[in-house]
């Protein structure tokens, strides 16, 4: 989609694949050291940098040049979270009763 | 009065139904007009099967007793008069049908985004519906159109995996007119088309295809988790194995409270344009109509659970989804506000598909009242699973929705077919469906309110009088749905060769000829006027100058 | 007034033989397809979506249960699964690089790892059904999952009709995946089919940006599925 520069883009890409080789690693890694409840945590935090590297410049949103992918991307994940969210109001609460 | 012109037209110039004969070049065709039309007798097809399923339901209403049918079947017939109604012929209706036909027009462009996609999306529709037949042919459903757990996945014996998995198949068509309309509606406005000229057809549209975008693949994925778990006895959703009912309702729901407003919505945008040409005023508050339609897109999906505030989730989640569910009434309302307001001080002509928006807008605010009342956690605990609730989504969908749909094909068949309608049968036909209707859906909210249960075939002797009305306006609902069908059949042979604009309508579909060529427009067209310019449009009639057609 | 929007006539200046009749031009084209492919995704994500909705429910409700049955499934494949996806994601921005700057045997090069990637991803994951198979942890009749102790608590056993369920999302979840990488792999033959024959420019590879598209969308599915389901509970 962008053909400004020619060759830096491969410079990114490597770049951006050796980020999400080295995250791969530090889940896998941090998997099995004590965190207690931080383990999920630290596991979503960083797949969703990995998967945000991916979209971003692999999928070249970074470089749109209109706002409406960027809208539908962030409408869906609204969306998605909506459904996991007001399910856990149900799930979250019924202990409370 | 009558707003039809009286000029002729050549009946005979190329247009998009003359252009080619033969079954071929329909099958295979890529033309969005050729593909709606493709629609319309595939809907109209599976109307008639879901008005049957109704018919029988009614006919074995008219007695307390249990004496038409088995039990069984009783049970099979409410799920497939909701399954068809609903699936086959409410989600497609308006977006598959006059979507697909004036998307393009309105817009100004040549076809839709994706020619190709559409046509598959047509094709879906028909495997699914092939499925569908073929799955009531041998046997049926007998869950209810909700198909809830543990019923469904353990302990029927009826063909839950081949109903869903139609369900499946014609979901796919609605998402991929969903994206269709989406991309034609940001890609292929002609230049000039800005999004506040855009008519509020499209707006509808627009926020139609957002819902069936994001909500479809829910149910999607749901009906194939009830498949494998039926199949393969898994456990998702089954108490004994540790699963939770509840969650499959959570996840049915997600989707099917939004597609609701997906069967809404559509009409509510033909109810829009009906309006404005039949007061010849522009629309009052066009941003808010326009956004409120976005809004209860946006809105209808955070909503779900108060289908479910018996089925045992906390009461916590039950106080917000009742809040929730007030607030999605609020962009409705707005609507109808807007209507009433483009109302005052126009020049109202009564002609048939203003008569469907003003039925329109009568029965879809009774309809929407009785819906906050479900609202309300205290009613609905009395009114859930009763007539109460059948009659308020009856209101909305037959009362609301079906009347849109109907007010547009009348509004757009001079466009769509070439010919006018016979004006005093149609007057006729409308006003014996809104009599029909009120009497047929009218005593359910009072049979709901005594406490007469849904999806029972038997029911107290002191209900049937109530019962024995509504079978009553059934068969006078059903002649007259019959009456368009058989006028506008009629008209394609013997009806007078309409004009471009017979009723000097506001909008570039009516800029071209009736019916339109192929690629729809002679020259792009370049749009420098806003929507709904009436005053412009009537000033030449006002003045005393003749039109010039 | 522009010549090249009229109906039925075509002008040179616009006009590729990929163009399609009812665009106004390759850039509206492009454009579409583009956002079409991006909507498409978004429905998939939703599709995804109810199976994770129903994945955090029981998670919560069954942690224990859940993270004995995680640990029986292997997290070193499970990585090396991720790297595969990783660099197969690698190669195809390569090969729409390639396309781009008209390099016909990198973009059919790249476009063949890129499948050979997706098979030893398959492939890995075929050996990982194969061990749940001979384990008996493949829901339904033959299902057994007993004494298993669950991780942190060495005196109680997991409940196996809640590993059972952690199972089912497992086979659910995995093999949608699989699914939409077999989708994959046929889409990206048919490029590979139109790249060979030379099909593709700098002005026309639209294909290979939305397939690329497609690609990703599947490997960030994995790069969430990978942590949920591998990696509940390993550390005790």
Redesign the interface.
């Given at each position: 989609m962008s053909d400004h520069s020619k060759s830096s883009p491969l410079k990114m890409y490597f770049g951006i694949w050796a980020a999400l080789l080295l995250g791969t690693l530090v889940t896998y890694k941090a998997a099995f050291i004590e965190l207690g409840r931080y383990n999920a945590a630290v596991a979503l935090i960083i797949a969703t940098i990995k998967a945000l590297l991916v979209a971003l410049f692999f999928m070249h949103i970074k470089g749109a040049h209109e706002k409406l992918l960027k809208l539908v991307v962030i409408s869906t994940v609204f969306f998605l979270f909506i459904l996991l969210i007001l399910s856990m109001a149900d799930y979250g609460t019924r202990a409370w009763s | 009065m009558s707003m039809a012109t009286t000029t002729i037209q050549p009946v005979e110039r190329e247009n998009y139904l003359n252009k080619e004969y033969g079954a071929l070049s329909w099958l295979f065709t890529t033309d969005h007009k050729r593909i709606a039309l493709l629609y319309l007798m595939s809907i109209t097809f599976f109307f008639f099967i879901g008005g049957f399923f109704a018919l029988l339901i009614r006919l074995e209403l008219l007695t307390p007793a249990g004496d038409l049918v088995q039990p069984d079947t009783y049970n099979k017939l409410f799920t497939m008069h909701g399954m068809v109604m609903i699936f086959f012929f409410l989600i497609p209706s308006i977006p598959a049908v006059l979507g697909n036909f004036l998307v393009p027009l309105m817009i100004g462009a040549k076809d839709l985004a994706f020619p190709r996609v559409n046509l598959l999306s047509w094709y879906l529709y028909i495997i699914g519906g092939l499925m569908m037949l073929h799955c009531m042919l041998t046997g049926g459903v007998d869950t209810g159109w909700t198909f809830y757990t543990p019923f469904s996945t353990a302990f029927t014996n009826t063909k839950i995996v081949e109903a869903g998995l139609a369900i499946f198949v014609t979901g796919f068509s609605s998402i991929l007119t969903g994206l269709n309309f989406v991309v034609t509606i940001h890609r292929m406005r002609a230049p000039g088309m800005t999004w506040s000229r855009l008519p509020l057809f499209i707006w509808a549209h627009y926020a139609t295809s957002i819902i069936q975008i994001l909500g479809t693949p829910v149910i999607a994925i749901t009906v194939v988790l009830v498949a494998v778990e039926r199949t393969l006895h898994l456990g998702i959703f089954d108490p004994k194995l540790g699963g939770d009912p509840l969650l499959f309702q959570h996840l049915f729901w997600f989707y099917s409270h939004p597609a609701v407003y997906i069967m809404i919505l559509p009409s509510m945008g033909v109810v829009t344009e009906i309006i404005a040409c039949f007061a010849r005023k522009r629309i009052f508050g066009y941003s808010f109509v326009a956004f409120s339609s976005i809004a209860i897109a946006v809105f209808g999906f955070l909503v779900w659970a108060h289908h479910m505030f018996v089925a045992g989730i906390s009461i916590y989640a039950a106080l917000v989804f009742s809040l929730l569910s007030y607030a999605v009434a609020v962009p409705s309302a707005i609507k109808v506000f807007n209507w009433t307001a483009t109302l005052y001080k126009g020049s109202i002509h009564y002609d048939a598909p203003m008569l469907y928006a003003f039925g329109f807008i009568g029965l879809f605010t009774v309809g929407g009242l009785t819906g906050l009342f479900l609202a309300a956690l205290g009613i609905d605990v009395h009114v859930t699973d009763t007539y109460f609730v059948i009659a308020h989504f009856h209101y909305i969908m037959v009362g609301g929705a079906l009347m849109g749909y109907l007010g547009g094909l009348h509004f757009w068949w001079p466009k769509i077919s070439g010919r006018l309608y016979p004006e005093s049968w149609a007057r006729l036909a409308a006003l014996i469906v809104f009599l029909g209707f009120n009497l047929t859906f009218f005593p359910q909210f009072i049979l709901g309110y005594l406490g007469m249960p849904r999806r029972y075939f038997q029911y107290p002797q002191e209900f049937q009088v109530l019962n024995v009305l509504s079978t009553a306006g059934a068969t006078v609902l059903g002649v007259g749905y019959l009456l368009p069908m058989i006028y506008f059949l009629w008209s394609m042979r013997y009806g007078k060769p309409a004009p471009d604009n017979p009723w000097n309508a506001a909008g570039l579909e009516w800029q071209t000829t009736s019916p339109p060529t192929t690629f729809n427009f002679e020259e792009e067209p370049i749009v420098t006027w806003e929507a709904y310019n009436y005053d412009e449009l009537d000033a030449p009639r006002k003045q005393g100058v003749p039109i010039a057609r | 007034m522009p010549d090249s929007?009229?109906?039925?006539l075509h002008h040179e200046e616009e006009h590729h033989p990929e163009l399609l009749?009812?665009?106004?031009d390759a850039q509206?084209q492009r454009?579409?397809a583009?956002?079409?492919m991006?909507?498409?995704?978004?429905?998939?994500?939703?599709?995804?979506?109810?199976?994770?909705?129903?994945y955090?429910?029981?998670r919560?409700?069954?942690f224990g249960d859940f993270g004995a049955a995680s640990k029986s499934i292997d997290?070193t494949l499970g990585?090396t699964n991720?790297?595969v996806l990783?660099?197969s994601?690698?190669t195809?921005?390569?090969a729409v690089?390639a396309a781009?700057?008209a390099r016909r045997t990198l973009l059919i090069g790249s476009l063949i790892i890129t499948m050979l990637l997706g098979l030893v991803f398959l492939g890995i994951k075929a050996k990982e059904y194969k061990d749940k198979f001979e384990e008996h942890h493949v829901?339904?009749?033959s299902f057994s999952f007993d004494h298993v102790p669950i991780p942190g608590h060495p005196d109680q056993y997991a409940?196996p009709?809640?590993a059972?369920?952690f199972f089912?999302?497992y086979f659910?979840m995995t093999g949608?995946h699989a699914l939409h990488m077999i989708i994959g792999l046929g889409l990206f033959a048919w490029l590979l089919t139109m790249a060979w024959k030379g099909r593709f420019t700098?002005e026309y590879h639209t294909p290979i940006?939305i397939g690329?598209?497609y690609w990703?969308f599947v490997?960030?599915v994995w790069?969430?599925l990978?942590?949920?389901l591998?990696?509940?509970?390993?550390?005790?």
């Open positions: - | - | 929007t009229l109906v039925g009749h009812h665009f106004a509206q454009d579409s583009s956002l079409g991006w909507i498409f995704l978004g429905t998939e994500v939703m599709f995804f979506g109810g199976l994770f909705c129903a955090l429910i029981y919560r409700w069954y997290a990585a991720t790297a990783i660099c994601s690698l195809v921005v390569l690089w781009q700057t829901p339904g009749a409940n009709r809640h059972q369920i089912s999302l659910v949608l700098p940006e690329g598209l990703h490997d960030i790069i969430y990978f942590p949920l591998y990696l509940i509970d390993r550390h005790p």
